[in-house]
C-alpha cells in the first residue's frame, strides 16, 4: 500500500505498469479497487496507470473537506508529488466530474479527460443520491445496524449485471466511509455545474454513459456534446452505471482507443 501526505493528510494509491501515464479517480462510495482491472489492461499496453483514494473514502485520510474542488486540489497535488507535470486523467462518476474540473482549473496537468458516468450537473443524479446529501438522512444511515449495507445489497440488484461484484466492493468501501465523507461529498456534487465553464476545456474529453444508468441521468452526455468543442460520447447499450462491469471488454477498448490517440 502507497501513500504520500499533503496538507489535509494521507492520500493512498495504487500504481500499475511502466509508461504514458493515467490518473484514474474513482466514484462516490468507491475506491481505487473500482479501478482495478482497467490497470491491469492498460500496464499491458504501455501505460503507467495511478488509482487515488479520495479523501473520506478508502485508505485516504477522514478529515477535512469532502467537495470537488479540494478533491482537484487533492489531485494537484499528488500529480506535484509524484513528479507528474501532466497525464491523461479519467474518472469514474465523481471521479470524472473531479476529472473534469481539474482540466479545467489546471490545463497544464491534463493532456485527456475521460469521464464514466459522469454528472456535468448535479441535478443528473438520482434522487436517492441527492437526499443522501442531506445530513439528518445519512446519519439515519448509519445510526440504524445494518440498514445501509442492506439498501446497498438491494440497490446494486439493479446497479449493475454483476451485481454480486459490485456489492462485494459497495460493502468493503462503506465500511470504511465516514457519515460526513459519505453526506458532505454527495451533497457538493449535488450542487456542482459545470455547464458554464465547458467552453474554456480545449482538449480531447471523452465521455462514456450506459444506456440504462439509474445512479446519473445518461442524458448528462449531451451537456459534454453541447459544451465542450473536442468530444467524444460513445452510449453502452447494455451497460447501467458501471460499464466497466456490465460491458469490460467493449469499455477497456473504448478507453484504450481514446488515449492512445495523438
Not at 51 to 66: E, I, N
Not at 70 to 89: K, P, S
Amino acid at each position: 500500500m502507497s501513500s504520500i501526505v499533503t496538507d489535509r493528510g494521507i492520500v493512498h494509491y495504487e500504481t500499475f505498469g511502466r509508461g504514458k501515464p493515467v490518473v484514474l479517480l474513482h466514484c462516490w462510495l468507491g475506491s481505487w479497487n473500482y479501478w482495478y482491472s482497467t490497470m491491469e489492461y492498460l500496464s499491458a499496453h504501455k501505460y503507467k496507470t495511478y488509482a487515488l483514494d479520495f479523501w473520506g473514502f478508502g485508505d485516504s485520510a477522514k478529515q477535512g473537506s469532502f467537495s470537488v474542488s479540494e478533491y482537484v486540489r487533492m489531485v494537484d497535488q499528488f500529480m506535484e508529488r509524484m513528479g507528474l507535470e501532466r497525464a491523461r486523467v479519467m474518472g469514474h462518476s465523481m471521479g470524472g466530474t473531479v476529472s473534469l474540473s481539474l482540466a479545467l482549473t489546471y490545463p497544464q496537468r491534463v493532456s485527456r479527460v475521460a469521464v464514466v458516468g459522469s454528472p456535468i450537473c448535479g441535478s443528473g443524479l438520482a434522487f436517492l443520491l441527492k437526499l443522501s446529501g442531506y445530513r439528518q438522512f445519512a446519519r439515519v444511515l448509519y445510526a440504524v445496524p445494518g440498514l445501509l449495507s442492506v439498501s446497498m445489497k438491494l440497490l446494486s440488484l439493479s446497479y449493475a449485471k454483476d451485481w454480486r461484484t459490485l456489492y462485494d466492493m459497495l460493502k468493503k468501501d462503506l465500511s470504511r466511509t465516514t457519515v460526513e465523507s459519505f453526506s458532505a461529498s454527495i451533497r457538493d456534487l449535488r450542487l456542482t455545474d459545470l455547464r458554464p465553464r465547458l467552453g474554456e476545456l480545449h482538449i480531447p474529453a471523452m465521455g462514456i454513459y450506459g444506456r440504462k444508468d439509474n445512479i446519473v441521468d445518461p442524458k448528462q452526455g449531451e451537456l459534454m456534446r453541447a459544451g465542450i468543442r473536442s468530444h467524444i460520447v460513445h452510449y453502452f447499450e447494455h451497460s447501467g452505471h458501471f460499464p466497466m462491469l456490465d460491458e469490460t471488454d467493449l469499455f477497456h477498448q473504448t478507453i484504450l482507443d481514446f488515449l492512445a490517440d495523438s
